[in-house]
């Protein structure tokens, strides 16, 4: 299967806007897990 990068950056800049970050590494701290001992506002 084969997709090509302006496809990539689409789906991935709705997905971005979808979850309110804008960059790789604010999507790593929605999409992870919470640390144990911290609460969920």
């Known amino acids: 299967m084969f997709i090509s990068p302006r496809t990539g950056e689409w789906h991935l800049g709705n ?4 979850l309110g970050v ?3 590494r604010q999507l ?6 919470p640390k144990p001992g911290t609460t969920m506002a």
């Open 28 to 33: 790593r701290s929605v999409l992870s897990p």
């Open 22 to 24: 804008s960059s790789r």
């Open 15 to 18: 997905v971005f806007t979808k």
